[in-house]
């Protein structure tokens, strides 16, 4: 039975897809994959979002700059997001945050350009797309100043702790889970993602990075967000078709589509 899943963080127009972006496209609607969210991580890679956006009634664009770029950030960067983040189909700005494993940019550059992002997404009532990865204390310590602190937001590709889930929730932000849920040893992981409840749950595959079981290995693409779907619904008690029909609903409240 055909499901309205809506792959809520992807990168299809990444080099990886070059190949065969149009297959990508109609396996995505035949895997029920009705509409997805292609997420900036720089400058250029907004505009390919967009541009995508334009031209598929089924992709819709989110703006901002990865952390890994932190160190080349300008405020030249930050008035081009606020013109590209008023073209149409753009619906958050992202994906922007902290990541303190990878640590390609230094830790203070991290912090100011998301202040500025963080300004940007107030400025232009869009929500916030976060990648945070071993770096919730620093995230949530800079989410205590009220004047950034954005009224909708999502953490994408979640890693973090229970605890770490629960503080997020109370500041009312929703929570998407990559295909790391579905994979062997993620027992931890699964018990976070069964703790969020449905209303603020949401579905990614965060494409060409990430696939789920029984694809792990392979380059990943927005069909396969269905086994994350078919994962979170068993750890929810519910079926395929009511998940599929919770998460799309809170993709819809949340970016608008
Ligand atoms: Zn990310
Ligand atoms: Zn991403």
């Not at 990648?131 to 979640?158: M, N, T």
């Not at 595959?205 to 927005?222: F, I, Q």
């Not at 967000?225 to 799309?248: D, K, N, P, W, Y």
């Amino acid at each position: 039975m055909l499901v309205d899943l809506v792959d809520t963080h992807t990168h299809v127009f990444f080099d990886d897809f070059n190949s065969d972006r149009d297959q990508v496209f109609s396996r995505a609607s035949e895997a029920g994959v009705d509409r997805m969210i292609n997420v900036g991580v720089d400058i250029e890679s907004s505009r390919k979002a967009i541009e995508l956006a334009t031209r598929h009634e089924a992709c819709f664009a989110t703006v901002g700059c990865h952390p890994h770029e932190a160190d080349h950030w300008t405020s030249g960067h930050g008035q081009e997001l606020v013109r590209l983040a008023r073209e149409k189909k753009v619906v958050a700005i992202g994906e922007i945050g902290l990541d303190f494993y990878k640590n390609f940019s230094n830790h203070e550059n991290q912090k100011k350009s998301l202040q500025e992002m963080l300004k940007i997404a107030q400025g232009c009532h869009l929500p916030v797309v976060f990648h945070c990865r071993d770096a919730h204390e620093a995230l949530i310590q800079i989410l205590s100043d009220r004047a950034l602190r954005p009224a909708r937001a999502v953490l994408h590709c979640f890693t973090g702790t229970r605890d770490e889930a629960r503080r997020y929730l109370d500041m009312g932000y929703h929570i998407s889970f990559a295909g790391q849920i579905t994979f062997r040893n993620a027992g931890p992981l699964r018990e976070v993602a069964a703790m969020v409840p449905m209303d603020r749950l949401l579905l990614e595959t965060d494409a060409p990075y990430l696939s789920p079981e029984p694809m792990r290995g392979k380059r990943n693409e927005p069909a396969h967000v269905r086994f994350t779907a078919i994962r979170q619904a068993e750890l929810h008690g519910i079926t395929l078709e009511e998940c599929a029909r919770m998460t799309s609903q809170n993709a819809k409240d949340l970016f608008g589509l």
